[in-house]
């Protein structure tokens, strides 16, 4: 593919809708040619993406010092990353040009999960923007939704069993980041995100009237998704690569913001629950040879490395690795 299909799920939601069966086939061609594809019909209200990208924005408009009092550690990767935190994982490149708020999937301090993974915990919610766990939360709630229709459709196309990849989303390690991009000059070397692939199973990300989005096609081009203003775009990370045995394909993809504008996004990466080991449910591809990944194990690898002092290791899973 040279450009990426818009497709309509309202279908996806009964199952006795005559489209159904062309839709599922349309995900599937997407995801097992470019991996992105725009999305319509989530039931997921432009005025909620709004209220979402409003409240994005009045976090970053917290006084710096307030931010900084908010950072993610070594400890709790959770709250403001700063802008230039992130570098390329293989040391090449100039630092990205974004700030960032990370949130995890919530749960509270007294929750059982947290016996069994550290990782899990409440997020940090800046208390000088009222209303932005409810915001935020509600939005979310409405991605779960898209993101289990979307598994269900994959399931299906697939020819896996019924809920072979939802089962693995209760009480998952889903993750949000709001992002705050300044405007690149256009003469200005570096990315507001560098080129990389998402080591989630599966993210969604409401349209955004900036732009800025880019992603490799396979013949090494970089196109722009078309999203309608009401639509998101999907792509599949790195975990659905591997559970598909390298059928369904993980596209690198970069953001470079040279609009002359503020740009505020926020990609919600649906990540399995901490126990879950991923591995091929069918036979892979000829020339796919991927290792199995622990997703609490994952995780805790990816947050460690985001570090700049901290490399990976042998232990270290694979995922998010661009090879040549």
Not at 56 to 74: H, L, M, N, P, Y
Not at 181 to 197: C, M, N, S
Request: glycine share 8%; net charge negative; with cysteine.
């Amino acid at each position: 593919m040279q450009s990426i299909p818009t497709i309509d799920i309202s279908p996806l939601k009964d199952a006795s809708h005559p489209d159904r069966g062309a839709t599922v086939q349309r995900i599937l061609d997407a995801c097992t040619d470019i991996g992105f594809l725009s999305i319509t019909g989530t039931g997921v209200s432009p005025d909620t993406v709004d209220r979402v990208r409003a409240t994005a924005r009045e976090i970053f408009a917290i006084d710096e010092q307030s931010k900084w009092d908010q950072a993610i550690t070594r400890d709790n990767y959770r709250g403001y990353i700063p802008m230039g935190f992130f570098t390329p994982n293989d040391g090449s490149g100039k630092a990205d040009k974004y700030e960032g708020y990370k949130l995890h999937f919530e749960v509270s301090r007294d929750h059982p999960v947290r016996d069994d993974c550290a990782l899990y915990g409440p997020n940090l919610w800046p208390a000088e923007v009222l209303g932005a766990r409810d915001v935020i939360l509600e939005y979310w709630s409405q991605l779960d939704n898209v993101a289990e229709v979307l598994l269900g459709a994959l399931e299906l196309g697939l020819g896996l069993k019924p809920n072979a990849l939802k089962d693995a989303f209760e009480t998952p390690m889903t993750n949000m980041t709001l992002l705050h991009y300044p405007p690149q000059a256009l003469d200005e070397e570096g990315f507001g995100i560098h080129p990389h692939k998402d080591t989630d199973a599966l993210t969604i990300i409401a349209h955004d009237p900036v732009g800025g989005l880019e992603v490799q096609t396979r013949d090494g081009g970089w196109i722009t998704p078309d999203c309608p203003s009401d639509g998101c775009i999907v792509n599949i990370g790195d975990m659905l690569e591997l559970w598909s045995g390298g059928r369904l394909k993980s596209t690198p993809h970069r953001v470079v913001n040279k609009s002359g504008k503020e740009r505020y996004s926020f990609p919600y990466f649906a990540v399995p629950r901490h126990d879950v080991v991923v591995e091929p449910l069918l036979p892979p591809l000829p020339g796919f040879d991927r290792p199995s990944v622990h997703c609490g194990h994952w995780s805790a690898e990816i947050w460690r490395t985001n570090w700049p002092d901290e490399a990976a290791t042998a232990d270290t899973p694979e995922l998010g690795t661009l090879r040549s």
